[in-house]
């Protein structure tokens, strides 16, 4: 009875919280999605296939916030992060990591800089996520050489721009 | 001289980096911007005059990513981080801290909660902001009472309103 | 000139670490594969769909490290942390995060718990990961009401045992 | 009526919070004030704006502690972190961050100090805020080359001086 109570009650706070946010947009239009995000992933994947090394492979959308994730059998544990932080870094500052990362080398002027935000990555395989003109997120991909996790991240991020083109031809 | 071609070289990277990024937007069109984070604070600083005391004001765009803070002097310093985790909060479940925090109390569903998300804030005084029906981010106060924060909070949201309203009058 | 001999270091580099970790195997028999990971994600997101909430989704593996991760579009930011620690709650104590999160409520021996590994999560949404009586990982799912988030943790469950019957039949 | 004793207590409490701290005073005199902290901020995003890219602008007071923050739309979000790390690293050094950084470079005896204190920043874009002789506090930016964000920093610094001066003057 007390649970049954409990239940009811639950109910009416998460209807009240449900009910509060129905009527206004909670995310802002025009946010990488999910359906273009398991197309960007499905595309990343098949790269890493051909290429045979095990990768993780990360995607985070405009806000930096982690939107698809996956890690393919046998692949670094460590690359786990390493992938994210990939994403995070090319969405934090709007570039690849390898073109970051080469401002961050000892001598340039960035030196050091892979120590903030918690972490950051400075070699290769962060790639963008431009759709029509608008970074809408940013690939991480890490589990074989930085020449293999680029061409793996470049994989997903070109599925995009290769839907985003037929998404206009439809209309 | 190896300065001299070390800053051209940095030009260069810089330059480059630039001119990649220059055709792309780098941010998503509708989000909180800085001149609306500026009215909201002003109101919100307001407010907390005329309550009298001092606090620590956050505000997140909606993305979860800082976008303004001021902290009045004589504001606790355990104010800033509690200022800025209930903008976050807010954000993040879109709902105010309050309402999020009513389903955590002991014998509640999501009692314990607090504890994700680098600790989340589980009373009053985060607010959304909300423009023509889209969550843009969200404020957090903190100094006063709970009351105290949520007023000066939502006098800060209101202010977003006011100003969106005249906004699109002028259209 | 420099570039190539680089270049070619770093393959020997590279190849060297592929060729000695080639003889070894870099993962337990048995462990979640990303197939499985595949297949109870999939139906944890059509059962996702079916209830109308956008949810949070992650998997870890018997390491309690992250396997695959999605977020619908909408979903809470916040349940992204949640999702995963509902996974790792599940997996590191080796019971769904709803019967941990029972001996977590005040007055009852666990009472604080939630504290401890970087954050836990003491309530419904987290489910284990079982095939052939071997714990092999843990699903976490946030974005909905408990009762909500625990149904689509164990339609993802439960997508593994058929799976996992599935595949004995067929041997 | 529990409500209303519920509120009453709570009043109570924070009540005898604010009396009890009322006699004592509850920060340093001389410490940087809310309204220096804006004429800085001003000035900063002035200088910002005449160089034509979007800042992270942070500034701490003398006991590292963040006071104002503002992020200019489209700045990198990466460098939310980085202004608030570039303005802590000056003060708990006391010196400008280009100079901090100096002594950091690989061979130089400070080199891996970055790490320590939850990251620090070792390069430009730092720099001290100083009213009569003394550090109040200090400014960090983030956003453009290190040469840019060193201007906008310096520009933020001398309107402290400028101010400081002119307070003097009205005695």
């Known amino acids: 009875m007390r649970a049954l109570i409990l239940s009811l009650t639950l109910v009416l706070i998460l209807g009240l919280g449900t009910a509060h946010s129905a009527p206004v947009k909670t995310h802002l239009p025009g946010d990488l999605t999910l359906e273009e995000a398991q197309t960007i992933l499905t595309a990343a994947l098949h790269k890493a296939k051909n290429i045979g090394i095990p990768m993780n492979i990360a995607l985070v959308d405009a806000g930096g916030n982690l939107k698809i994730f996956a890690r393919e059998d046998g692949a670094f ?4 992060d390493i992938a994210k932080k990939k994403a995070i870094t090319a969405r934090f500052f709007n570039m690849p990591t390898s073109e970051f990362g080469a401002a961050a080398q000892p001598g340039k002027e960035l030196f050091g800089i ?8 400075i070699f290769g395989g962060g790639e963008l996520l431009v759709r029509d003109g608008v970074i809408i997120g940013a690939i991480g991909v890490s589990g074989g050489s930085v020449m293999e996790d680029t061409a793996v991240a470049k994989a997903g991020a070109t599925a995009l721009q290769a839907s985003s083109t037929s998404f206009k031809k439809s209309f």
């Not at 892979?114 to 972490?119: H, Q």
């Open 77 to 80: 544990l460590g690359s786990i």
């Open 114 to 121: 892979e120590a903030t935000n918690d972490g950051l990555v």
